[in-house]
């Protein structure tokens, strides 16, 4: 199996994942990935998920070669271009644990540190107004897929 592979800058070795993983391919895909790792000395790894389809055995894979990567010092970052991979991801509880971001720029950022802009706090959402700050709620009232379930209801409002 051949992976496309290359290098964004000096620190990031990008490689493409068109296929999806299933029984015939996963060894040599996993084969082809850390044999990338020892000669290309990057800083990250960048594995580019092409498909919508992410397979046991394509979660599987990847926690695999991220704890090889991480042995060798290499953190290991995904890019989920589909939301059923990333949703798939995240069902699973690996999306903090793999770094999946939803672009190759986002993944970059996440191999850096830095936090996705989903779970980053917002800048500038502070309330000036006087007594905004003491009752702990913004103009907007809560916000949140929540948002509608935590206010109290009275029969015959809306």
């Known amino acids: ?3 496309l592979s ?3 800058d000096a620190a990031h070795l990008v490689v493409e994942l068109g296929a999806v993983v299933d029984l015939d391919n996963e060894a040599r895909i996993e084969r082809e990935i ?6 290309c000395g990057p800083r990250a790894l960048v594995v580019d998920l092409r498909t919508p389809v992410l397979t046991p055995r394509a979660l599987g894979l990847l926690l695999r070669v991220r704890g090889r990567s991480e042995e060798r010092g290499v953190p290991l970052v995904v890019v989920a271009g589909y939301d059923t991979g990333r949703e ?8 903090r644990v793999l770094r999946v971001a ?3 720029q986002g993944a970059v950022s ?5 936090r996705p802009e989903s779970e980053a706090s917002p800048g500038g959402t502070r309330d000036d107004r006087p007594g905004a700050a003491s009752s702990g709620r913004s103009a907007e009232g809560p916000i949140g897929p929540y ?3 935590s206010r109290p ?3 015959g409002e809306r």
């Open 34 to 39: 850390l044999r990338l790792l020892p000669c």
């Open 102 to 104: 939803p672009t190759l």
């Open 1 to 3: 199996m051949f992976l």
């Open 6 to 8: 290359y290098h964004l």
């Open 147 to 149: 948002a509608d379930t």
């Open 110 to 114: 996440r191999s850096r540190g830095c």
């Open 88 to 95: 798939a991801l995240s069902a699973a509880g690996l999306h």
């Open 153 to 155: 209801r009275y029969p």
